[in-house]
């Protein structure tokens, strides 16, 4: 419907041509000391400036990430802290729900009055 005619292929075609140019356009160098990836800066300048914007954004990366590091350890310790103090309370309320130590008060209790 769109097309109004359809070109036909087969394999008896006529032309069995190459698809490829024969000659490469741009011929590289075969040579193990050459390397394809190097570019000439054309605006050292702006290589220079990129590379510096790199640093200053490397340096407050590092600044940045020391001090979470050091925040860490303080919560860290702090975290040790509180456990320590958990782990001396559980330990205490053990103690004071024996029946020797409500003996031991009652004593006490009585001493006073």
Do not use: W
């Not at 303080?74 to 782990?87: G, I, N, V």
């Amino acid at each position: 419907m769109y097309m109004t005619k359809i070109q036909e292929v087969s394999p008896d075609a006529v032309d069995y041509g190459l698809i490829f140019d024969t000659e490469p356009e741009q011929k590289v160098q075969n040579d193990d000391h050459y390397d394809v990836f190097a570019i000439e800066c054309q605006h050292p300048e702006q290589s220079e400036s990129a590379h510096n914007t790199y640093l200053l954004e490397q340096d407050a990366q590092n600044k940045q990430n020391k001090s979470l590091i050091e925040a860490n350890n303080k919560l860290s310790e702090t975290t040790d802290l509180l456990y320590a103090d958990f782990k001396k309370s559980k330990a205490e309320l053990k103690r004071r729900d024996s029946i020797e130590y409500a003996t031991e008060m009652e004593l006490e209790c009585a001493k006073v009055k």
